[in-house]
């Protein structure tokens, strides 16, 4: 019984590093069941980033890497690619899209809560989400993720797993209080620093890339205390002291940098729906202690926008030439499609994909909010000052696109919706998995995550033609 206990031990060990098998390659499929034989690591192109991917702190309610077991077929290209003929089928998830002749990121992730733990260990501040998580009521079985993965003591070893598996990037994001206590208010911890050195040398030892997000989630709890955190242009300031000693430190050997994970999820998850820390809303998103769920997202979405553009202008003027890295940010990217074939749902797609994508997109490569939010918002939308619209156009070297599924848009603006669909932040679209009952894609554990490979394609076209080409990495996937 022992040694059955260790074994399964460490065999979830070893999911929680390995978890969802994500494939985006060239290669020609026969069926939705079926890929041709022969697949061979090598026919990849010379520079395919083989990845693995993880979050300092990222708390969920229920798994969000997900099964198919209906891949099946799947499996053994999976092992011959990955050397991993020690693992049976079962011991595995497999998701995979498809897209020839792009160059993707090939990512795992772990399954849920934060690798990390050791909350308060060595230093290390409180962020928003230890205070959230430690909330009755907030998160599931009032779990919290003190322990997780307890990656800050095991991370020798999961670098080796990852090694094993034959990957050679590993996306990791930087928890912010682990390197800044309390902010700008206080010291950088050095013990913070020792950490992430000790992980990005320990992978350049054994072949593998540091992909490296600054901002994924977890903020410092004394910035929300002092004056908000996100909602006030102070964050600003605050988060390229961050970046840049993020920079500083690390910069001689990371090169792929990130700046904020998914900015329109967090305006959308904690200040719209109130699920997220700092857990604001208003009906009828929610029933929030505090909140707008109509005006704080654009507040917060605006200073994550130009906190991403101050730090990248610091990076370009004072380490990117001598460092020689390149930095972006990570968009939350799902497809959609007419729920109905008349015009106002084809004019919802647009819409959709401008209020979750564009939103974040657009005054990054154009210098402005995308016309569909301007006719929709108006007045409402933030204003960019001349210098700003300067400093944010062209922020980025490329863009990260995290993509887990495919959705029906249904126009609101002329059709009766649920409440908050039908109001402006949302663009008047409902979005929903069904149609007539049936869903879109094969069904998952989650409940807008349906199986849609084609989906991964469109969106990857979409954001070619509307950002002109931009260079692309596929960052998260989940079908």
Same mark, same amino acid.
């Given at each position: ?38 697949? &061979? ?53 497999? /998701?995979?899209?498809? =897209? ?12 849920? %809560? ?28 009032? +779990? ?25 990037? =590993? ?10 206590? &309390? ?7 050095? #013990? ?15 072949? /593998? +890339? ?22 006030? *242009? ?24 990130? %700046? ?36 704080? *997202? ?17 990076? &370009? ?9 390149? /930095? ?11 729920? &109905? ?26 210098? +402005? ?43 609101? #603006?002329? #059709?009766?919706? *649920? ?11 409902? %979005? ?7 869903? /879109? ?23 070619? %033609? ?12 989940? +079908?």
């Amino acid at each position: 019984m022992i040694n059955h206990t260790n074994k399964m031990k460490m065999l979830e060990r070893q999911l929680s590093v390995v978890m969802t098998l994500l494939c985006c390659v060239h290669f020609h499929v026969q069926s939705s069941n079926h890929v041709e034989d022969g697949i &061979r690591r090598s026919h990849f192109p010379e520079g395919f980033l083989f990845g693995t991917a993880t979050s300092s702190y990222q708390v969920l309610d229920d798994i969000f890497f997900l099964c198919f077991q209906k891949h099946r077929s799947y499996f053994n290209f999976f092992r011959e690619i990955y050397h991993i003929s020690h693992f049976s089928f079962s011991e595995l998830f497999k /998701i995979c899209c498809f =897209y020839n002749g792009i160059l993707f990121l090939y990512i795992f992730f772990p399954l849920k %809560t934060k690798i990390e733990g050791a909350p308060l260990e060595d230093g290390k501040g409180s962020s928003n989400w230890d205070a959230f998580s430690h909330t009755p009521g907030k998160i599931e079985n009032d +779990e919290n993720g003190d322990i997780a993965d307890d990656h800050y003591h095991r991370y020798l070893e999961d670098i080796e797993l990852m090694s094993s598996l034959g990957v050679n990037v =590993y996306r990791f994001s930087i928890s912010w209080t682990r390197i800044l206590p &309390r902010g700008i208010y206080g010291d950088i911890n050095p #013990s913070g620093i020792m950490f992430y050195n000790k992980i990005i040398d320990n992978l350049l030892l054994r072949g /593998i +890339e540091p992909f490296v997000t600054i901002h994924h989630h977890d903020l410092p709890l004394e910035l929300g205390k002092r004056y908000g955190g996100w909602t006030s *242009p102070l964050i600003q300031r605050d988060f390229v002291h961050f970046a840049e000693i993020c920079f500083k430190s690390f910069g001689d050997r990371v090169k792929y940098w990130t %700046t904020i994970n998914e900015p329109s999820l967090v305006v959308d998850l904690a200040y719209m729906r109130g699920i997220f820390p700092p857990g604001h809303c208003s009906p009828p998103f929610g029933n929030c202690y505090t909140g707008n769920s109509d005006v704080e *997202p654009l507040i917060v979405m605006h200073n994550m926008l130009l906190s991403h553009a101050k730090a990248v202008e610091l990076y &370009r003027k004072h380490f990117q030439a001598k460092q020689g890295g390149s /930095i972006g940010i990570v968009a939350h990217a799902f497809m959609y499609e007419p729920l &109905r074939d008349e015009e106002c749902d084809r004019q919802a797609v647009n819409r959709a994909l401008a209020f979750v994508i564009a939103w974040v997109l657009d005054p990054l490569v154009f210098g +402005e909010y995308p016309d569909e939010m301007h006719s929709i918002l108006g007045r409402q939308l933030p204003r960019f000052s001349l210098k700003e619209k300067s400093l944010i156009k062209g922020s980025l070297d490329f863009i990260g696109i995290n993509h887990y599924g495919t959705l029906y848009a249904k126009d609101c #603006s002329l #059709s009766a919706c *649920p409440l908050g669909t039908d109001r402006p932040i949302r663009g008047y679209v409902e %979005t929903t998995g069904t149609r007539d009952g049936i869903p /879109i894609g094969d069904e998952t554990g989650m409940p807008k995550f349906f199986v849609v490979p084609s989906g991964m394609e469109k969106i990857v076209d979409y954001m070619k %033609t509307r950002y002109h080409n931009m260079p692309m990495y596929i960052t998260e996937n989940g +079908e």
